[in-house]
Nanobody, 124 residues
Framework: QVQLVESGGGLVQAGESLRLSCAAS????????MGWFRQAPGREREFVAA????????FVAQSVQGRFKISRDNSKNTVYLQMNNLRLEDTATYYC?????????????????WGQGTLVTVSS
């Protein structure tokens, strides 16, 4: 079984940056996809960014394009989400996800494994 552990959440002011990390452990497949979703209070969970197994397979939601960047260190089974120029509307619990399918689209459509989430709060 695969476990995902997120870190890096916290309280920041609007315009500041934050980097989230997520480490996968346990019985990880040889290749797998990883990504991030988020859920704001009173809103549905939404996709943020995904990274397939290879470096050229990334996908970022339009709502965060140009501000958020996803990266990955396959040697550490860790995915990162660099969040710049944070806005009040970015306040949410951010969930790391993983898919046994290494294709980036599988992470977007139906990730099988979810982390516990890390809270990001952006204040004015």
């Amino acid at each position: 079984q695969v476990q995902l552990v997120e870190s890096g959440g916290g309280l920041v002011q609007a315009g500041e940056s934050l980097r989230l990390s997520c480490a996968a452990s346990g019985r990880t497949p040889d290749t797998f996809g990883m990504g991030w979703f988020r859920q704001a209070p009173g809103r549905e969970r939404e996709f943020v960014a995904a990274r397939g197994w290879t470096a050229d397979s990334t996908f970022v939601a339009q709502s965060v394009q140009g501000r958020f960047k996803i990266s990955r260190d396959n040697s550490k089974n860790t995915v990162y989400l660099q969040m710049n120029n944070l806005r009040l509307e970015d306040t949410a619990t951010y969930y790391c996800v993983a898919s046994s399918d290494p294709d980036v689209h599988a992470v977007v459509a139906d990730p099988e494994i979810w982390g516990q989430g890390t809270l990001v709060t952006v204040s004015s």
